[in-house]
Structures are given as C-alpha cells and as structure tokens.
C-alpha cells in the first residue's frame, strides 16, 4: 500500500487528469479502487472508466472511447461519496459533452484513427469540477 494517504493519492489522480494525464490518473485511482469499498468503490471505476476513455479519444480510438464513456456513466450513476470533492452531476454533463463534440466531428462508420481529412481534431478535453 502506498504510503501517502488515500486523499493525497486521489488528489495526485485528479492532478494527472486534469494535466490531460489520463492513463496516469487511471493507474493512481486504480490503486484506490483496490482498496476501496461501498460506494467509493462504483464512484472510482465510473472515473478510471472516463479516464481511460478519454486516454482513447487522444489515440483515436472511438470506439474504446464511447464503450468506456458508457460504462463510466454507468457506474457514476450509483453515486459518489457525499465526502467526495467531485460534482458528479456535472462531470456526467461534460462527458456527455465531450462524446457529443466528437459525434459532429468523426462519422460514425469510422472506428480508429484521425479523421478521413487527415487533419488534427480539436478535442473539448474538460478539468474536473469540484463541489463548490
């Protein structure tokens, strides 16, 4: 177990995430998930899923990016810890956002890669909101 404590490793999560860090911020919740339990344990899996995700959108790959935006609302939906910083509700909006945006841009018969223009695609990459 890792010796810095559970909200200083989540905390590092959120940093790596909104830094664009995703594959980092999935290792460090990842962690937290194994050790996690009641509804800490949904709440953290709806985020690696998002992570992971968008850590997909980056490579291209859509179809990796809309299963795990799926699963990742999925498990958000049963709720996150009231102690938790994380506006949940928003975060589901932004996400819904962010697969919509890619919607317009990458038609839907296309499974990898940059689009058939070959041009770069500007990605609405989105911070985590906190509870205010």
Known sequence: MDPKSTEDRFN?????????EFFEAHEVWEDLWNEASGARHPFLQGLIQIAVA???????????????FSSGLNY??????????IDVESLKDLVVDFALAVQKVIPDEQQKGAPSNGGEVELPFFELPRKT
């Open 54 to 68: 968008l850590h997909h959108a980056g490579n291209y790959n859509w179809v990796g990016m809309r299963k795990l």
């Open 76 to 85: 958000l939906e049963r709720g996150a810890p009231d102690s938790d910083p």
């Open 12 to 20: 590092a999560a959120c940093q790596h995430f909104n830094n664009k």
